[in-house]
């Protein structure tokens, strides 16, 4: 089986601190995912990666950049946090490749509070 | 940029009940790939069923199986005899054709909050 590990579960910061959540996956996926979760809103894409050192922007990507140094991990990162992006932080991989149908396996997920 | 609808916010079934939940979608491709996810309160995501825009057949998994209706861009999600574990948030999501990895994204319905009546 797919695992993906967040690091963690609950996360509390305070407004204006540098803010990182780490994403590594054991199956050697080529594409990484970071989404944000939020009541009435679903899930809208923040950064993709679909190979090492390259990234995508998603739809709402201001005040977020990512990094992936190594094909495992895919780290988010907050330069400055702030109040409205207190949310659930979820990560995901896929098999890259043509394989179209290659579902996303997600982890369990950050519940980020910034205060 | 493609859409995805899940215009019911909340659903509730009896158990052992059929329960259809539906989803549309937008985009002017011909070849592209849909997902059913279901989120239960423990909360990690995991993949229910997926359909292939190409194939006629529509999809089966076990209990789950969808109604894909490719000209009315719909796939809904029909869960048969529901058990209390059926109980969860149910998203349905859009991948376009593969040409690039940069299509890899998944697009998300905001999702549907099924409960399961005992």
């Known amino acids: 089986d797919v695992k993906v590990t967040q690091s963690s579960r609950y996360l509390v910061k305070r407004t204006g601190e540098k803010v990182f959540l780490e994403c590594v996956q054991d199956?050697?996926?080529?594409?990484m995912f970071w989404y944000r979760q939020d009541p009435g809103l679903g899930l809208r894409l923040i950064y993709f990666?679909?190979?090492?050192?390259?990234?995508e922007k998603g739809d709402i990507p201001e005040g977020y950049s990512v990094s992936r140094e190594k094909k495992e991990r895919f780290s988010l990162i907050l330069e400055s946090a702030s109040t409205n992006q207190t949310s659930m932080y979820l990560c995901?991989?896929?098999?890259?490749?043509?394989?179209?149908?290659?579902?996303?396996?997600f982890g369990n997920g950050t519940r980020l509070t910034v205060t | 940029a493609q859409t995805v609808t899940q215009s019911q916010p909340e659903m509730s079934v009896q158990e052992a009940e059929t329960v259809t939940l539906s989803c549309t979608y937008d985009?002017?491709?011909?070849?592209?790939?849909l997902f059913w996810y279901k989120q239960p309160p423990s909360r990690q995501m995991i993949l229910v069923i997926r359909?292939?825009?190409?194939?006629?057949q529509n999809a089966t998994e076990n209990r789950f199986s969808v109604n894909f209706q490719k000209a009315a861009k719909s796939f809904s999600l029909k869960i048969s005899d529901s058990q209390l574990g059926d109980a969860a948030m149910y998203f349905c999501?859009?991948?376009?054709?593969?040409?690039?990895?940069?299509?890899?994204?998944?697009?998300f319905g905001k999702g549907i909050t099924l409960s399961v009546r005992p």
């Open positions: 995901a991989s896929s098999l890259g490749g043509q394989g179209g149908n290659s579902p996303l396996h």
């Open positions: 199956m050697d996926h080529e594409n």
């Open positions: 990666s679909y190979d090492v050192k390259m990234k």
């Open positions: 985009t002017s491709e011909s070849d592209y790939y």
């Open positions: 359909q292939e825009a190409y194939k006629q």
């Open positions: 999501a859009y991948r376009g054709p593969l040409y690039t990895g940069a299509n890899s994204k998944l697009t």
